[in-house]
């Protein structure tokens, strides 16, 4: 089946430590984004891409690292440096024609939840 | 300053009675697009429908319609005939600006939607 897949579900985070969360489609989609999402905030641009080995930050990229090497894979790296880790992560992709107003669909994956213990 | 802009944390409605769920939005681009997601409890997001700055006509999706009004920067999901299955949060977002923003979408908080027997 296309989609986007996100792994792992869930993810226990030691203070001081790294931890990747992957991301991988398959839709063919040129752009990739990392949200993260707290209660009550909605979903907050970490980062985008809109081409391989290209890489933008969003609203709230420190603390954070991602890596476009494939255009089906943008992996999602959480640093030591990100002081509140703890939060849903999802993950999305578009196709790149048109406009802003074209009617590209953002599609998501389902998610990774990350504790920090 | 908040893009999106939705003023309900929480609503409830009546199993088969229509809900509108409020959606206001700032920007000074003439082209953009404003999207609606379901985020049931398994935290997926869903596409729900779309509307594009220069459509003359509100969208549609089945049960889902958007009452788009341009002047007063209002894109309202309207959801008639609710269902159990309804309850949900529910975002707002849009997509501005040119292909430099990765056509990346601004949500707004969301609203908690409880459908009642």
């Known amino acids: 089946d296309g989609g986007i897949t996100q792994s792992p579900k869930y993810l226990f985070r030691k203070e001081g430590q790294n931890v990747t969360l992957s991301c991988e489609q398959n839709?063919?989609?040129?752009?990739m984004y990392w949200y993260r999402q707290d209660p009550g905030q909605g979903l907050r641009l970490i980062y985008y891409?809109?081409?391989?080995?290209?890489?933008q930050k969003g609203d709230i990229a420190e603390g954070y690292s991602v890596s476009r090497e494939k255009k089906e894979s943008f992996p999602l790296t959480v640093t030591s440096a990100q002081k509140n880790p703890t939060a849903f992560y999802l993950c999305?992709?578009?196709?790149?024609?048109?406009?802003?107003?074209?009617?590209?669909?953002?599609?998501f994956g389902e998610g990774s939840w990350l504790t920090v213990v | 300053a908040q893009k999106i802009t939705q003023t309900q944390p929480g609503m409830f409605v009546q199993e088969k009675e229509a809900v509108t769920l409020d959606c206001t939005y700032d920007?000074?681009?003439?082209?953009?697009?404003l999207f609606w997601y379901k985020q049931p409890s398994s935290g997926e997001m869903i596409f729900l429908i779309y509307?594009?700055?220069?459509?003359?006509q509100n969208a549609t999706e089945g049960r889902y319609s958007l009452n788009f009004q341009k002047a007063r920067k209002s894109a309202n999901l309207v959801i008639s005939a609710s269902q159990l299955g309804d309850s949900a949060m529910y975002f707002c977002?849009?997509?501005?600006?040119?292909?430099?923003?990765?056509?990346?979408?601004?949500f707004g908080k969301g609203t908690s939607l409880l459908v009642t027997p």
């Open positions: 977002a849009m997509r501005e600006g040119g292909i430099d923003s990765g056509y990346a979408l601004n």
């Open positions: 999305a992709s578009s196709p790149l024609t048109g406009t802003a107003r074209s009617g590209n669909t953002i599609y």
């Open positions: 839709l063919n989609h040129d752009a």
């Open positions: 920007t000074s681009d003439p082209s953009y697009g």
């Open positions: 891409s809109q081409i391989v080995n290209d890489f």
């Open positions: 509307q594009g700055s220069y459509d003359q």
